[in-house]
């Protein structure tokens, strides 16, 4: 297998992902800031022009990091990042799925409106007459998810699961854009983000 990364909190997820797992993969740098993602070659890998990308043995190419993780875990059960039963299996998508939409997406919105508009909007449609909302947004959903974390180790409670490494590789994200967490307002994640920093696994990765 090998892995196509680049800058950017997506492709930071998986390199996390792997770390936890013990797991090292031939690694190919995209350069997503000249447009190499948006050149034939890759297109040809993943049509979608983003990165990550995960390249099979077989020669099949897997975008989108849920897809990514889902298989890697399947290949590499051990630790057990998405739940070790169908409990925490499902425990693990539900907060997969709110952190997506209560941070990720308005985080990402909110960047490509504003800080990011120069490098995307010739890519993506962008909004930026509505960034300040998508700001908002995140506040509110990172807010919300404080409260729901409160004394807890992890976002799915006593174990590690790839939501922590999501939210820690847009929280990491977010504090280079002007999109950083309020410790003041937040207080179990600030907790949380501390415990995080101090993983071998996000050390060895920056």
Not at 23 to 30: D, G, H, M, Q, T
Not at 65 to 76: N, P
Request: aromatic share 8%; glycine share 10%.
């Amino acid at each position: 297998m090998k892995l196509y990364s680049s800058i950017g909190p997506n492709p930071r997820l998986v390199r996390l992902f792997l770390a936890e797992k013990g797991v090292a993969l031939p690694v190919e740098e995209v350069d997503i800031i000249t447009g190499a993602n948006r050149q034939p070659t890759f297109l040809a890998l993943n049509p979608g022009g983003t990165t990550p990308v995960l390249e099979l043995d077989g020669g099949q190419c897997v975008a989108e990091t849920t897809a990514i993780c889902e298989y890697l875990e399947e290949r590499f059960p051990q630790p057990a990042l998405l739940g070790g039963s169908a409990e925490q299996r499902a425990l693990t998508r539900m907060w997969w799925r709110r952190v997506d939409l209560q941070v990720v997406q308005p985080m990402t919105a909110g960047f490509r409106a504003a800080e990011g508009l120069g490098l995307f909007k010739d890519r993506v449609r962008c909004y930026p007459a509505v960034a300040d909302e998508f700001k908002a947004a995140t506040r509110e959903g990172l807010t919300w998810l404080d409260g729901q974390l409160g004394e807890q180790p992890f976002i799915c409670g006593e174990q590690l699961t790839v939501v922590d490494l999501l939210l820690l590789s847009f929280l990491e994200f977010g504090a280079q854009v002007g999109q950083g967490l309020d410790a003041q307002h937040c207080p179990n994640l600030a907790r949380w983000l501390d415990g995080m920093c101090m993983r071998e696994s996000v050390r060895n990765t920056r």
